[in-house]
């Protein structure tokens, strides 16, 4: 696990994003963990989380042309990732979608700068899919075309079927997900965490029900 993976898990204990304990999900599993990338909601926390999704981003080596963020989380995390990408030297345009179509002003439900090229979605986590499949068709009825998605987390579990979101979404669309940690980077965290290590059989025991293969 590279550094910057074992840093994020941390920096999401302290800001208590990730939590362990006894948790319900929306499926109506019982996780012995918890991630709610919503608590990153300060300038600082957000500034950092920024720049861990920069270090993902680019140590995936991925080739694009513009960032898209989803509404609504999406939002922010695409605006913020591309100002840590300029930070780094690599100034790239960004554009996000509204829920609702304006019919005033500009009008439309697309903001930002045009779609073109090979655009990159920036999400917090994928659960079911169901925002990055509307991303793929708003940036294709644009004449661009995605290249990706770059999450904070892959819980790496099975949905409805034999894969997870993120694997379903690989293969139905043929897009790498870039991620900042797994479940895997979780479980190795927990191991070499003596302090948190009594979490570490129930996250296995979760992982070995309901995970998915790397």
Same mark, same amino acid.
């Given at each position: 696990?590279?550094?910057?993976?074992? #840093?994020?898990?941390?920096?999401?204990?302290?800001?208590?994003?990730?939590?362990?304990? %006894?948790?319900?999900?929306?499926?109506?599993?019982?996780?012995p963990y918890f991630f709610n990338a919503g608590l990153f909601n300060d300038g !600082?926390?957000?500034?950092?989380?920024?720049?861990? /999704?920069?270090?993902?981003?680019? *140590?995936?080596?991925?080739?694009?042309?513009?960032?898209?963020?989803?509404? =609504?989380?999406?939002?922010?995390?695409?605006?913020?990732?591309?100002?840590?990408?300029?930070?780094?030297?690599?100034?790239?345009?960004?554009? /996000?979608?509204?829920? %609702?179509?304006?019919?005033?002003?500009?009008?439309?439900?697309?903001?930002?700068?045009?779609?073109?090229?090979?655009?990159?979605?920036?999400? !917090?986590?994928?659960?079911?899919?169901?925002?990055?499949?509307?991303?793929?068709?708003?940036?294709?009825?644009?004449?661009?075309?995605?290249?990706?998605?770059?999450?904070?987390? !892959?819980?790496? +579990?099975?949905?409805?079927?034999?894969?997870?979101?993120?694997? +379903?979404?690989?293969?139905?669309y043929g897009l790498p997900v870039i991620t900042i940690a797994t479940l895997d #980077?979780i479980l190795a965290f927990l191991s070499g965490s003596p302090e948190l290590s009594?979490?570490? *059989?129930?996250?296995?025991? =979760?992982?070995?029900? =309901?995970?998915?293969?790397?």
């Amino acid at each position: 696990m590279s550094d910057f993976r074992q #840093d994020f898990i941390r920096f999401a204990l302290d800001k208590q994003v990730l939590k362990f304990g %006894e948790f319900i999900t929306k499926s109506g599993r019982k996780s012995p963990y918890f991630f709610n990338a919503g608590l990153f909601n300060d300038g !600082d926390s957000v500034l950092k989380l920024s720049r861990f /999704y920069a270090q993902a981003i680019d *140590a995936s080596g991925l080739q694009f042309d513009m960032l898209f963020g989803p509404a =609504y989380k999406g939002i922010i995390l695409a605006a913020a990732a591309g100002m840590a990408l300029a930070e780094g030297g690599r100034n790239l345009p960004f554009a /996000y979608n509204r829920k %609702e179509a304006k019919d005033h002003g500009e009008g439309g439900t697309l903001v930002g700068a045009p779609l073109k090229g090979r655009v990159l979605i920036v999400d !917090d986590v994928m659960t079911a899919g169901t925002a990055v499949r509307e991303s793929i068709k708003l940036i294709r009825d644009a004449g661009a075309e995605p290249a990706g998605v770059a999450v904070a987390l !892959d819980r790496m +579990e099975r949905g409805t079927g034999a894969l997870s979101a993120v694997q +379903e979404v690989e293969q139905q669309y043929g897009l790498p997900v870039i991620t900042i940690a797994t479940l895997d #980077d979780i479980l190795a965290f927990l191991s070499g965490s003596p302090e948190l290590s009594a979490n570490l *059989a129930a996250v296995e025991a =979760y992982r070995a029900e =309901y995970g998915v293969k790397a």
